[in-house]
């Protein structure tokens, strides 16, 4: 299968500082945001986060069943993220089907995130190939290959 979507090496020329810190440490309104998130989850951690002088608040939290759901949250307490694991069953028709046609002999699927922001939904895929560098999808609702993008090993 080919993609018209140029191949990219997974790599940032962004500043960013991340420190964990506790839930009485963050804003009201995040700590409004967060509590209205959990859904019967726990937290697990948070970091307060610096991205090009932007503060972002990023919270892990162990949701029930085993479901890990992330959250990204503005100083003011506006969710920008949620990004929750899901199993291929759980995916849309489009995005299970796109999924099946990516995956090559001795590729496996290694994690699957449907991340949501505003009205945007997308699914992240994780795929681990034999003997290559993994390689990152990111599908459209409607199981458009969005990027596409080869892990860089790490020195």
């Not at 479901?67 to 299970?96: M, N, Q, W």
């Amino acid at each position: 299968m080919k993609y018209l979507l140029p191949l990219v090496i997974a790599s940032t020329a962004i500043s960013a500082q991340a420190r964990e810190i506790s839930f009485n440490a963050c804003p009201p309104a995040v700590r409004e945001t967060i509590e209205s998130s959990l859904d019967g989850g726990v937290i697990d951690e948070i970091d307060e986060v610096q991205i090009n002088g932007l503060t972002r608040y990023v919270v892990d939290i162990d949701g029930p069943g085993g479901r890990d759901v992330t959250l990204r949250i503005g100083p003011a307490g506006k969710l920008l993220l949620t990004s929750e694991d899901l199993k291929l069953s759980e995916c849309p028709a489009a995005v299970r089907t796109a999924i099946k046609k990516l995956l090559k002999s001795g590729w496996r699927i290694d994690d699957i995130d449907r991340e949501v922001s505003g009205k945007n939904t997308r699914y992240r895929i994780d795929i681990d190939r034999r003997n290559a560098r993994d390689l990152e999808f990111v599908l459209s609702r409607g199981g458009k290959v969005l990027e596409r993008t080869i892990e860089r090993f790490d020195p």
